[in-house]
């Protein structure tokens, strides 16, 4: 049986691909709030969005070389084996059952996501099915788009990572994790002009790249 005050968190993305900015920032958080697992969680991308470059199953692959042998992280691929669009309610709520009522569970994402929380299909629904753990995102200013998504901020703020272990869900913690530079899109352009992907994402996930010649030259 799980032990009921671990904290367990869930990271989503698009992860095309996935890259330091964010698993520096990620394994940050784990040591600021004694995070005992984090697993990763890649997007369907529904079909009336843009699709990421990558296929499903290179995400899913670069996502396993990132995190293999990094006892931290882990993979979720429930929301990409649906065709419907993944919605981190539903996930959170399918996770409520499985886990109970009782254990802690978190929900990360980096400060240009939460700056556009109120987006997100039943928002204000989130923070009843998890805390929110935000990391810092270089170029993204710390005020919310809306007034009243920083009302609601202010209401469930926490500055005590002890707090996100004393209930399971209804915080909203800002983490001064390492202002990381990288982005997906910085990547994908790299790679289409030519340029080298080094120091910006694990050699293992840039020698995939290569093999499969993905974000080839434009
Ligand atoms: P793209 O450039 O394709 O939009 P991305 O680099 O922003 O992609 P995503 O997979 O869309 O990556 O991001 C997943 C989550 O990771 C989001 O919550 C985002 O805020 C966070 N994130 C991505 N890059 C960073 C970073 N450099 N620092 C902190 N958080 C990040």
């Known amino acids: 049986m799980s032990n009921p005050c671990a904290l367990h968190a869930l990271f989503g993305g698009t992860f095309d691909p ?3 900015g964010h698993l520096r920032p990620a394994e940050a958080l784990a040591k600021i709030t004694g995070l ?6 890649p997007n369907n991308v529904p079909p009336h969005r843009p699709q990421p470059e990558a296929s499903p199953t290179q995400r899913i692959e ?3 070389l990132a995190i293999s042998g990094n006892p931290l992280f882990d993979l979720d691929l429930r929301e990409m084996q ?4 993944s919605y981190t309610i539903d996930t959170l709520a399918a996770l409520r059952l499985e886990r109970g009522d009782k254990q802690p569970l978190a929900f990360i994402i980096g400060q240009d996501s ?4 109120h987006k997100w299909h039943r928002w204000q629904d989130l923070l009843s099915l998890c805390h929110l753990l935000v990391c810092q995102r270089p170029g993204y200013r710390s005020e919310m788009e809306t007034p009243e998504l920083q009302s609601w901020l202010n209401l469930h703020l926490t500055s ?6 004393q209930s399971p869900a209804g915080k909203v913690f800002l983490a001064q994790t390492p202002l990381i530079d990288i982005s997906a899109t910085e990547i994908r352009t ?4 030519g340029e080298s992907d080094a120091n910006l994402l694990p050699p293992a996930v840039s020698e995939y790249i290569d093999r499969e010649g993905l974000y080839q030259n434009l």
């Open 62 to 64: 670069m996502v396993k």
């Open 18 to 20: 996935i890259h330091y």
């Open 36 to 41: 005992e697992k984090i697993t990763l969680l």
């Open 114 to 117: 939460l700056l556009t929380l």
């Open 160 to 165: 005590q990572p002890q707090a996100l272990r």
């Open 82 to 85: 649906r065709d419907t669009p």
């Open 190 to 193: 790299r790679r289409h002009q």
